[in-house]
């Protein structure tokens, strides 16, 4: 079981409370725990990653085991902690403003 941590809107959206577990058939990527996420809460699909070109939305940001995983490739191996559910991957709205 892979544990994942949302943010409260979407949360809110998926009408869901605490963490998200899922199981991800296969190698335990970003964009494999994305992928199972969109499949179990279709209301989610979009709002984390473009729906034509599946990037990552402006202001949102992947963690895990303390590691800022944003910019990295969504095809890398998450961490085993990760994968073993030891550590949750999370999702975080970032906030920007002055």
């Known amino acids: 079981m892979i544990r994942v941590v949302l943010p409260a809107h979407l949360r809110t959206l998926a009408?869901?409370?605490?963490e998200v577990q899922l199981d991800v058939p296969?190698?335990?990527t970003t964009r494999s725990v994305l992928d199972a996420i969109e499949a179990r809460y279709p209301m989610l699909s979009g709002t984390i990653r473009d729906h034509v070109t599946q990037q990552r939305r402006p202001f949102v940001r992947f963690f895990a085991c303390e590691e800022d995983l944003s910019h990295g490739s969504v095809d890398t191996p998450l961490p085993d902690a990760v994968t073993a559910g030891r550590e949750p991957f999370i999702v975080l709205g970032a906030i920007a403003g002055g």
């Open 15 to 18: 009408k869901v409370t605490g």
């Open 26 to 28: 296969g190698e335990v």
